[in-house]
């Protein structure tokens, strides 16, 4: 049976790990560390992390990053990236900011996931057009779902604007 690993052995294991998954360390302050291992498909770095309760559990990488250069992360506190490339884990590219700091971010970097409506691409059935024309239909919703091959639901929803809503 292999014997356990010291907390110190743990730290020293994660942080050998991580710089060896870790590219273009040394290329300079301004340039993207890419983290080369396992990634999100949203493109952030994970690294299995060796937990007390023997419970191994994957982490982001930048949060890895954060931690083994400026210490623990507080509570309820997120590690952004100011490079806005989900791969980066230099720690010059990183700061620590609210869930609400996190949001603001985001949309300021124009990735404000507005998939309203036509936006989601293949998968709307219906477009704005058409959902003027359900609002002012008199059919009954379940004549109109059937014509149209949706489901009731969504007429009712297109009706009442639960979904559609920044159709006027």
Excluded at 1 to 11: D, I
Excluded at 20 to 25: A, G, L, R, V
Excluded at 35 to 45: C, I, L, Q, S
Aim: one cysteine or more; glycine letters at 8%; charged letters at 25%.
């Amino acid at each position: 049976m292999p014997k356990r690993m010291t907390p110190e052995e743990r730290s020293e294991s994660v942080r050998t790990r991580f710089f060896w998954y870790t590219k273009n360390i040394g290329a300079g302050s301004n340039e993207c560390w890419l983290w080369d291992g396992a990634k999100h498909p949203k493109g952030y770095g994970r690294m299995i992390i060796p937990s007390k309760g023997g419970m191994d559990r994957p982490k982001p990488t930048h949060r890895i990053s954060w931690e083994l250069h400026y210490g623990p992360i507080p509570p309820k506190m997120h590690v952004l990236h100011r490079c806005d490339c989900p791969g980066c884990v230099n720690p010059a590219h990183l700061f620590l900011g609210t869930n609400a700091d996190n949001v603001a971010d985001r949309h300021s970097k124009g990735r404000s996931g507005d998939h309203r409506g036509m936006r989601q691409g293949s998968r709307a059935r219906l477009n704005d057009d058409l959902v003027r024309i359900i609002r002012a239909s008199p059919v009954p919703t379940k004549e109109l779902a059937r014509q149209l091959g949706v489901c009731p639901a969504t007429i009712s929803h297109c009706r009442t604007r639960r979904s559609w809503s920044h159709v006027p």
